[in-house]
T-cell receptor, first 112, second 112 residues
Framework: DGGITQSPKYLFRKEGQNVTLSCEQN?????MYWYRQDPGQGLRLIYY???????QKGDIAEGYSVSREKKESFPLTVTSAQKNPTAFYLC???????????FGSGTRLTVV | SQQGEEDPQALSIQEGENATMNCSYK?????LQWYRQNSGRGLVHLIL?????REKHSGRLRVTLDTSKKSSSLLITASRAADTASYFC????????????FGSGTKLNVKP
């Protein structure tokens, strides 16, 4: 089945640690996105990539980094510079025609 | 900001009743989409309406778009307990129709 897979489902981070969230898709989509969702809130765009080896900052990129070395993969690293990382992180992908996103099931990150 | 705003923030109805949610946005759009999110899960694409369309139907869903008022509504007819979820509108701007801005959502509770 084609889809988009995020792992892990739950992640715990200690203060000062970097952690990496995985996002893999087998939909042959060109574009991939990372969003952050805080409780009771909408989604805020962290980074997006429209093509391999290229990505752009979204509205809240500070404290995050990404790479896009393969079409299928768009990992997100939450660095120690992100002071309030506890949130639900959603990865999405799309064909580059504006027809909408396919979302993964999310990773819940908690700082302990 | 392009971000849409949904209204109401929360809606509680009985099974069988209709549910109407509204979305307002600020700038010109290419299209508007509605997504559904079950608690703790990723978002699922429901329906897309383009800026030159006024109304669209999909099963029990009816979406309207009024570009002069910069607003859209989502109507779910004959609601079911399984419709309980949060509903988000997302707008793609005219210049980058692959980049979507999400509102903060309407939390719908359908009581059996």
């Amino acid at each position: 089945d084609g889809g988009i897979t995020q792992s892990p489902k739950y992640l715990f981070r200690k203060e000062g640690q970097n952690v990496t969230l995985s996002c893999e898709q087998n939909l042959n989509h060109d574009a991939m996105y990372w969003y952050r969702q805080d409780p009771g809130q909408g989604l805020r765009l962290i980074y997006y990539s429209q093509i391999v080896n290229d990505f752009q900052k979204g509205d809240i990129a500070e404290g995050y980094s990404v790479s896009r070395e393969k079409k299928e993969s768009f990992p997100l690293t939450v660095t120690s510079a992100q002071k309030n990382p506890t949130a639900f992180y959603l990865c999405a992908s799309s064909i580059r025609d504006g027809s909408g996103y396919t979302f993964g099931s999310g990773t819940r990150l908690t700082v302990v | 900001s392009q971000q849409g705003e949904e209204d109401p923030q929360a809606l509680s109805i009985q099974e069988g009743e209709n549910a109407t949610m509204n979305c307002s946005y600020k700038t010109s759009i290419n299209n508007l989409q509605w997504y559904r999110q079950n608690s703790g899960r990723g978002l699922v694409h429901l329906i897309l309406i383009r800026s030159n369309e006024r109304e669209k139907h999909s099963g029990r869903l009816r979406v309207t778009l009024d570009t002069s008022k910069k607003s859209s509504s989502l109507l779910i007819t004959a609601s079911r307990a399984a419709d309980t979820a949060s509903y988000f509108c997302a707008t793609a701007d005219s210049y980058n129709f692959n980049k979507f801005y999400f509102g903060s959502g309407t939390k719908l509770n359908v009581k059996p």
